[in-house]
């Protein structure tokens, strides 16, 4: 078990230093494909109608001017050792993992980087329990009393849910919820560690919004995995026994049907946790979603680098932890 | 990138100076302290010209929501308008723009000074007094040295990149070339020869050549001064050392900024500014259209990028009389034009040009940028009427035959010698829909008279720096029209036109004279300009200029920009500065 986690864990390093390659030659290579030099490069970084000079200096600064391998290799001995950084009147010392530091704003990425963690850890962590909870009892629900107004009234809810785009339903419930009868006016964070009251209040709008959507998928996917494992023999088997049928839904079927939810929740749980781009850029919420589109907006290098690397890092340890459970569970996946 | 402009009116502000700062702060609130009297009946467009909620009613807490972040909150590297505008809540400058509603708002006045730069007759040296008693947020006196010293770190491009740089390149030279102060070998780190500080209260700045504009470049926040012992270079910006009514109490940076009243500003000293609300915050990287119902719902008090709602919220404000009188649709001070190619054949030729303009449709042009109210009206000059100098003419018909003149278009491409038209491109920025929009528009109108464009789309951040007006790839390309858009760091001619106009700012790369014009008249008026003090003489150039651009044809006007601002009814004291087209930040209160 041991040497399967390490073995997990040292291939996760190779694929984060595989993402950081990537995203290093689509920010370099391309444009320079496209015949863009250094010089223009850096003129991204400066005021309107830049001296020479100026953009010299930003691209020494930057250090745009040196070769990409001496780049990157400073941005992997940073993550590893840390680094030294110069902001004129004293020199500072930025510890590890030191994603480097804004082309744009000049300060270091990884301490706003955290503080944006708790934004997005409450946004994905309330409406997963939620959907969870809630797509997996409809779902089930559904899949037993299969043709049912019930069954077809929340199919088809769930339909909906799957088809309409967040921003679509977040802007429903932010004009009714929050603009027209404003039950939960200012839609802001606030820390749970400084008002859990308030701190639920700002987030129920988006945790329905995010759950909506993925409620629906899941509901759509217990049923059809109940429905499936229901009509296995052993569940045929369980009730000749004479088991109580609560007992042969929960113990026999939903467990097993559960399996497959339970993979695909952790890929969603990593997914989220590296922002939730569409829902916090709806409710204006400061996670690491809208740390992702200001960095994309400004070109900002270090910025993106280091929230890719940080959404690939959830979701590969998402992936761990599931597989793990898995390993636990079923000792032929331990290879 | 938001364009912040320039202000040319040196002389005017000479003249005015004195008289200006007198009635500086505007008057405001007849007694009544509390919730804000209504003294006059909001009304569409009625903070252009009058101060609405006028009051002196203090407390409550002044919201902005910014839909990206300032470029930098430190006054020494922000070239963002709105941060211009916003900067002086915590900073004073040397000079700023008269807080004062209509084109009032457009004059320099002293702010740190106590009265417009003393001008040496040579013309190459400026002396300005500074207020003995202006003090910063920790109690201690601002001097001249503080001030010298904000001038000197912006010399460090690598450190403030984003600011202007017209210091550097107005300031007397020295050898070898001054680093800033981060890099200055020199003990006291006061190594710049160009300012000098005879005392604590008198800065004299030497100028490598005369320029009457001088009083304009000190009102750039650079000049706020900035004690070199609270400096902390690149994190200077997590907290500036105020000298304005407000001063940073925690800043989240790219997120929430806090300011609290400066308890060590006084008021007398800052005509131009008012401290009545207890509280400032702006929060950064909002939804734009959460803004705006947030703005409608009176949850948020300012959009701080002050350049209009979004199209739902334009929409919901102009079919609801209520909410249309609480709305402004000021002129932002851009002009949106095409930059017809001057160099390159068959454009080089004075009459093809002139058959583009007369073949264009403006009224398509105007609808590309979404009409006369979020768009702006039709132009027919370069420079937009809040110029300060700006006369209006229309030598190609563009307001009396909005649709385009063909037939006059036809003549003129027989004169050119092209009377079947020709093949040419146009650029523009392919992530701006209004740009895009433009492109299709005129790519419609020009082909009635067999002028053939084919479109190529650029992306914003690299749009000038690679492609227009870079006078290589226009030259290989066959780019023949350019679309863009301008607003001067200043409000005069010299500030507007210098750098889209005059044939020394031609450069091989980031060039923004995209129509590389090179006109020896134009250049000459500006040069005149820049050493020329009368006012009069000075606005008889700038329309001069902006007449002789009209007859090269360089320039196809689209239109003047306006923005549909939402005037809360929460805030007091509410008007547009035209300078910076926006609210005035710095004098806003809140119920």
């Known amino acids: 078990m041991i040497t399967f986690i390490v073995r997990r864990l040292i291939a996760t390093v190779f694929l984060l230093i595989v993402v950081s390659i990537a995203v290093y030659a689509i920010f370099f290579l391309i444009p320079r494909l496209a015949g863009q030099n250094t010089y223009q490069l850096a003129t991204q970084y400066v005021g309107r109608n830049p001296t020479h000079a100026a953009v010299l200096a930003i691209e020494e600064k930057l250090g745009l001017n040196s070769p990409l391998y001496l780049q990157y290799g400073r941005f992997l001995k940073a993550i590893v050792l840390g680094t030294h950084y110069n902001s004129g009147t004293s020199i500072t010392y930025c510890p590890p993992p030191c994603f480097g530091y804004s082309f744009k704003s000049q300060q270091p990425v990884w301490p706003q980087m955290v503080s944006d963690i708790p934004v997005t850890l409450s946004l994905g962590i309330g409406a997963a329990i939620l959907w969870l909870v809630g797509g997996v009892a409809i779902g089930v629900l559904s899949a037993l009393r299969r043709g049912t107004f019930f069954d077809r009234f929340s199919m088809g809810v769930a339909l909906l849910g799957v088809s309409l785009p967040i921003f679509f339903t977040g802007l429903i419930l932010l004009e009714l919820f929050s603009y027209k009868w404003p039950i939960f006016p200012n839609v802001t964070f606030v ?75 952790g890929m969603d749980l990593g997914l989220l946790l590296g922002g939730a781009i569409i829902t916090e850029y709806t409710f204006s919420l400061h996670g690491l979603g809208l740390f992702t589109i200001e960095a994309v907006q400004n070109q900002d290098l270090p910025e993106i680098l280091g929230v890719t690397m940080l959404a690939a890092f959830f979701i590969v340890v998402a992936n761990l932890v599931v597989d793990i459970l898995y390993a636990v569970v079923d000792p032929r996946v331990r290879t | 990138m938001r364009r912040p402009r320039t202000i040319g009116l040196a002389a005017l502000g000479a003249a005015a100076a004195l008289a200006l700062a007198a009635c500086g702060g505007g008057s405001s609130g007849s007694g009544g302290g509390g919730g804000g009297s209504n003294s006059s009946a909001p009304a569409y467009n009625a903070a252009v010209t009058k101060v609405i909620n006028p009051s002196t009613h203090k407390g409550g807490t002044l919201t902005f929501g910014n839909t990206s972040a300032p470029d930098s909150t430190d006054p020494g590297n922000t070239y963002y308008a709105y941060m211009w505008n916003f900067v002086r809540l915590y900073t004073m400058p040397l000079m700023t723009y008269k807080s ?11 702010d740190l000074a106590t009265g417009p730069g003393v001008v040496s007759d040579n013309g190459l040296t400026w002396t300005y007094h500074l207020q003995p008693d202006v003090k910063f947020e920790d109690g201690t006196t601002v001097t001249s040295a503080d001030v010298k010293y904000a001038v000197e770190r912006t010399f460090d491009r690598g450190l403030f990149p984003l600011g202007p740089a017209y210091f550097p390149s107005l300031l007397a030279a020295q050898s070898p070339a001054y680093p800033g102060p981060f890099k200055d070998r020199s003990k006291n780190l006061m190594g710049l020869n160009a300012i000098q500080t005879p005392n604590a209260t008198t800065i004299v700045f030497h100028l490598a050549k005369p320029f009457a504009d001088f009083n304009y470049v000190v009102a750039i926040p650079q000049t706020a001064p900035v004690p070199p012992n609270k400096d902390t270079g690149a994190n200077y910006q997590l907290h500036p050392i105020s000298t304005g009514p407000y001063k940073f109490q925690s800043y989240q940076l790219n997120k929430q900024l806090t300011l609290v009243p400066n308890t060590d500003w006084k008021a007398s000293t800052d005509p131009n500014a008012k401290q009545l609300a207890s509280k400032v915050t702006m929060t950064m990287n909002m939804n734009a259209n959460d803004i705006d119902n947030r703005l409608l719902a009176g949850d948020l008090d300012v959009d701080a990028a002050g350049t209009g709602v979004q199209a739902a919220a334009r929409a919901k404000i102009l079919s609801s009389p209520t909410l249309k009188a609480t709305a402004d649709d000021p002129i932002a001070g851009f002009t949106w034009f095409a930059a017809l190619n001057t160099t390159l054949p068959p454009l080089n030729n004075l009459h093809c040009r002139m058959a583009v303009e007369y073949a264009a449709n403006k009224t398509n042009y105007q609808t590309a940028y979404g009409g006369p109210v979020a768009g702006g009206g039709i132009a027919s000059t370069v420079a937009p009427p809040n110029v300060v100098g700006q006369k209006s003419f229309d030598l190609y018909e563009a307001t009396t035959k909005p649709n385009g003149n063909d037939a006059k278009a036809k003549q003129e491409l027989q004169a050119c010698g092209k009377p079947s038209g020709f093949s040419t491109a146009i650029t523009y920025r392919s992530d701006r829909p209004k740009e895009v929009a433009t492109a299709q528009a005129l790519q419609a109108s020009l082909g009635q008279v067999g002028i053939k464009l084919s479109l190529h789309g650029f992306p914003t951040e690299t749009y000038d720096a690679n492609f227009a007006g870079v006078p290589k790839y226009e030259a290989q390309h066959n780019i023949g029209i350019s679309l863009y858009g301008w607003a001067a760091d200043w409000p005069d001619g010299y500030g507007f036109f210098y750098y889209i106009a005059d044939g020394k700012a031609i450069s091989p790369a980031g060039n923004t004279n995209l129509a590389q014009l090179n006109d020896p008249v134009v250049n000459n008026l500006l040069s005149k300009m820049a050493t020329t003090n009368d006012t009069a003489t000075r606005n008889s150039y700038t329309s001069q200029i902006d007449m002789q651009i009209m007859k090269d044809a360089a320039i196809l006007p689209g239109v003047y920009a306006k923005s549909l601002l939402y005037r809360s009814p929460n805030l007091t004291n509410v008007y547009v500065q035209s300078y910076y087209g926006m609210y005035n930040y710095a004098v806003l209160g809140v119920k």
């Open chain 2, 100 to 110: 004062c509603p209509g084109k009032c708002g457009l004059q320099v006045v002293p």
């Open chain 1, 191 to 265: 820390p749970l560690t400084q008002n859990p009251l308030l701190w639920a209040r700002n987030l129920v709008l988006p945790w329905i919004c995010l759950a909506f959507l993925y409620a629906a998928l899941y509901a759509r996917l217990t049923r059809a995995g109940m429905l499936e494992t229901m009509s296995e023999d052993y569940i045929r088997t369980a009730r000749a026994k004479g088991l109580r049928e609560r007992k042969v839904i929960f113990k026999h079927g939903l467990r097993a049907a559960l399996t497959p939810i339970v993979t695909i929740f």
